[in-house]
């Protein structure tokens, strides 16, 4: 249950934040890739942004608590905390620079070209100007709070990335006071882009305007009087990792509602600004934030990019999008059939986003009310506010079914959702706990015990099972690439039940069939599964591993990996994210390649094959090769069973993304990515491809 301290060199291992921001460029790279529609790019450009407002949150804030804290811990590449944050704050200052040049002198321009056009001050017309002013003083004016900076008004507590302006004054308010300095903070119910009615607007289809171009236009409105002598938009980032002890803690659910206001407030770990922003508010700000210059992040344009992401939902422009994408239907799950009754027939196999996400919903739903259904339980981690899946348990529970949900509660990001379905789900009786103390639930799990009769007529209770290897999100399932497995297998049935026995009640973890679980048996498993490899290839036998993932980093998996090339085996590895392996360095890792494909979908599947003298072993799993997932998580990998189905996940979850020389890069030794391009070969992009063969009617 706790990892064995590795002996392994730091040159054995690649810095992980640096691997992150490695990412970060190759989604870049679809912003700038022209192939891309522009709308796209645009919305590509915005995850980036996005990205990395949590990396600051997070892997940046953790880096600074070990500053602030002096330790000497080395990350596994062997840096010091310091060495490793201005190694990381230089590379995110060189991808942030290269983020705003793409925007400026690409995406901005080529939109105009389109018609969309975001409207700088100095473009304005008389009659756009005119109603902009009337929209500020409707509008806008009312609910802005200027704060003159006084002995009786300090400096005020700023929210964890909302929009702010600092305003330089001259001159003498009312009272006499010439502070000289003023804040203005934006409050989040403005909208921050606002498009110009089209009668204003003739020569462009969409006109756009920034809040923070309207601020800063009749920002001398706030202040009567006074001269204002520049009007700049700063945004702090601050740290968000929610800490709570929860060995500490009696009532889990209590203290992260009392923590969850806290959070908007922590440390500042970033400062965003408009490029012209003067010297002397720039150093005002750092101080006022505890931050020094390598903090500090001058943007032209935006302070926050992430807010352009709505803009291509409200552009109907579909030659500037992705063609309309339907996801297949599965034609054993066609409407009207009864659900348990094709998956007592065999094994449904469920990839998403390219097939439906409508079955999972369908079983819950038929769960819910199905007269014969006993008992449903059920794993959450991520479900979203508006739930389909939530509501149909809470139906459930007013049916008299016997509902038990495993909530986590640490989901970051999530906490304030799953503590209100917490809420929800025990007012009308069901079962909620929080799952194990120091270990976070992600595994994704349900079991419908239904009851019924066996072949000779005997009443039984039969247990239906999915498990999949992403969350029980309907919306995230047509963004992100999952698979699913819905089975009655008994043997399954009876290691999901164990699993559930041990999240809600107490008792040493008994012997699984099939399942191998975190974080009792999966680090161990899958070492034995990588050592089986690297015998057959000792023996002259061929050795064979295939693995796909979101992350790559825990050191004992990856020495093994190193072990099994350098005795013949065969490795590939699709990590979407962060590897910390070093693939191709002779001696070490000649026969391991690393590939990471980045598309049009979020890739999220967890798929590990190993070739075991020809039997194929093909697991799917809630967990990627990390040490959290090992040793700190309550995870599931699941075997295929059914050949045709495991055939299936070996070609598309596997072998389509080993072809793809479109949307593929390859990683050297030193985590530098290139993209992989045809060449003189056919063409293939696993996601395309697999649109094209899920996106209908299939049969399983």
């Known amino acids: 249950m706790t990892p064995t301290a590795h002996n392994a060199p730091p040159s054995h291992f690649l810095n992980r934040e640096l691997g ?3 990412f970060n460029r190759r989604v870049l790279a679809q912003a700038q890739d022209e192939r891309v529609p522009l709308l796209e790019r645009l919305f590509f450009l915005c995850i980036v942004s996005s990205n990395l407002d949590e990396f600051f949150e997070i892997r940046m804030a953790g880096l600074k608590e070990q500053i602030k804290g002096h330790s000497k811990t080395r990350t596994t590449d062997g840096l010091l905390p310091q060495e490793a944050y201005d190694q990381v704050s230089a590379a995110v200052h060189r991808l942030v620079a290269d983020q705003y040049r793409e925007l400026n002198n690409t995406l901005l321009p080529a939109a105009a070209s389109e018609g969309i056009r975001f ?9 756009q100007r005119e109603w902009i002013r009337d929209y500020f003083f409707r509008e806008v004016m009312p609910v802005l709070t200027p704060i003159g900076l006084d002995p009786s008004h300090p400096f005020p507590r700023i929210y964890n990335k909302s929009l702010n302006f600092i305003v330089e004054l001259e001159g ?4 006499g006071r010439s502070s000289g300095i003023a804040i203005v903070q934006a409050p989040r119910v403005l909208p921050r882009i606002i498009r110009l009615p089209e009668a204003l607007a003739p020569e462009s289809a969409y006109s756009f305007i920034f809040l923070s171009s309207i601020v800063h236009a009749f920002v001398g409105e706030l202040f009567s009087g006074m001269t204002v002598q520049g009007c700049y938009q700063f945004r702090v980032t601050r740290n968000s990792d929610l800490f709570v002890d929860e060995e500490e803690v009696k009532n889990l659910r209590a203290k992260i ?4 206001p806290q959070r908007n407030f922590g440390d500042a770990v970033r400062l965003e600004v408009a490029e012209n922003t003067s ?3 720039i150093e005002f700000l750092l101080t006022q934030f505890g931050l020094e210059e390598k903090d500090l992040y001058r943007v032209e344009g935006p302070v926050n990019l992430v807010r352009l992401m709505q803009v291509p939902s409200w552009v109907d422009r579909p030659d500037l999008k992705f063609p309309t994408f339907v996801p297949g239907e599965v034609k054993r799950l066609e409407k009207g059939k009864n659900i348990f009754n094709v998956i007592r027939k065999g094994d449904v196999l469920l990839y998403h986003p ?4 409508t079955p999972v919903i369908q079983l819950l739903e038929s769960a819910a009310t199905d007269p014969q259904v006993v008992a449903i339980k059920m794993t959450v981690y991520r479900t979203g506010t508006d739930s389909v899946l939530m509501n149909s348990l809470i139906r459930a529970a007013q049916n008299g079914k016997e509902v038990t949900v495993v909530v986590e509660l640490l989901a970051r990001f999530d906490e304030e959702t799953n503590v209100s379905w917490a809420t929800k789900l025990e ?5 909620v706990v929080y799952g194990v103390v120091g ?3 992600h595994a994704k799990a349900l079991l419908i015990l239904r009851r019924e009769e066996d072949e000779r007529g005997t009443p039984m209770l039969r247990r239906y099972v999915h498990l999949g290897t992403g969350n029980y999100h309907p919306r995230t399932a047509r963004l992100y690439t999952d698979f699913g497995l819905l089975t009655c297998n008994e043997s399954i049935g009876m290691d999901v039940s164990e699993v559930f026995k041990q999240l809600t009640g107490l008792g040493r973890a008994q012997a699984l069939h099939y399942l191998w679980q975190a974080p009792f048996t999966l680090s161990a498993n899958m070492m034995k599964a990588i050592d089986g490899e690297k015998h057959a290839a000792e023996a002259g036998r061929k050795g064979r591993i295939v693995a796909k993932m979101n992350s790559l980093l825990e050191p004992q998996i990856i020495e093994a990996l190193y072990a099994a090339s350098q005795a013949g085996v065969e490795i590939d590895l699709i990590v979407r994210g962060v590897c910390a392996l070093r693939p191709g360095v002779p001696g070490l890792s000649d026969n391991i390649k690393v590939r990471s494909v980045i598309g049009r979908f979020l890739e999220h599947t967890r798929v590990f094959y190993f070739y075991a003298d020809g039997a194929e072993n093909v697991y799917l799993s809630s967990a990627d090769w990390m040490e959290r997932n090992f040793f700190r998580r309550i995870e599931l990998a699941f075997p295929i069973l059914d050949a045709r189905l495991k055939k299936r996940v070996i070609t598309e979850g596997l072998k389509l993304y080993l072809a793809d020389n479109q949307a593929s890069w390859e990683m050297d030794s030193e985590g530098v990515y290139t993209r992989r391009k045809p060449g003189r070969n056919k063409p293939h992009c696993a996601q395309q491809d697999m649109a094209n063969l899920l996106g209908k009617t299939l049969t399983t």
């Open 439 to 441: 270990y976070k639930t």
């Open 257 to 260: 509602q009392g923590e969850l």
């Open 119 to 127: 409207l700088r001050r100095s473009q304005w017309t008389d009659a």
């Open 354 to 357: 390219y097939q439906r996400f």
């Open 172 to 175: 003498r308010d009312a009272f």
């Open 20 to 22: 992150l921001i490695a």
């Open 427 to 431: 007012e009308v009786g069901a079962h």
């Open 279 to 281: 010297p002397a508010m």
